[in-house]
Structure formats: structure tokens, C-alpha cells
């Protein structure tokens, strides 16, 4: 699953290239993907995580214990 987030979900956009002269064109707006490594206490190991850099600010604000709760809480696998 590349350019997706663990922890937000948040995924490739699609839309359209507009020239100058109107013609349209496919393109994608990309997620800001990161890879962080985490140390996880309660496992007593580290954790390889995917994550857009909203997702980086969440994981400070609430805790890596709490991310990787919500993120097991969607389904994922960590």
C-alpha cells in the first residue's frame, strides 16, 4: 500500500491538469508519506510506521501507545 497512511487513512487524491489553453489532463496530489521508526514500551520494541506528516504531529500530541491503538482499532497491522 504505498502513499497511504496508517494512522489517518489518508490516500491519493485525483483530479485534473488544466493547461493554459483549458485541455484536461489525469493527475494525483500525493500525501506527505513519511516512514518513522517508534519504540513501543509495552511491547518492548520498535515499531516501523507509515505516516503522513499530520499523522507525525498526531502521534506527538497523543502518544505512540494511542496511535498504535487507533491504528489497530482501523484494522491495520503493526
Known amino acids: 500500500m504505498s502513499a497511504h497512511c496508517q494512522l ?8 485534473n491538469r488544466i493547461s493554459h489553453s483549458h ?4 493527475r494525483r496530489w500525493n500525501p506527505n508519506i513519511q ?8 511491547e518492548n520494541r520498535s515499531v516501523r510506521l507509515t505516516l503522513s506528516a ?3 504531529k498526531t502521534v506527538d ?3 505512540i501507545e494511542a ?5 489497530r482499532a482501523r ?3 503493526v
Do not use: N
Open 61 to 63: 500530541k497523543i502518544g
Open 54 to 56: 499530520k499523522a507525525i
Open 35 to 42: 516512514h518513522r521508526r517508534y519504540w513501543l514500551p509495552s
Open 75 to 77: 484494522g491495520g497491522k
Open 23 to 26: 485541455r484536461r489532463t489525469r
Open 8 to 15: 489517518t487513512g489518508s490516500a491519493p487524491v485525483f483530479g
Open 67 to 71: 496511535a498504535v491503538a487507533r491504528i
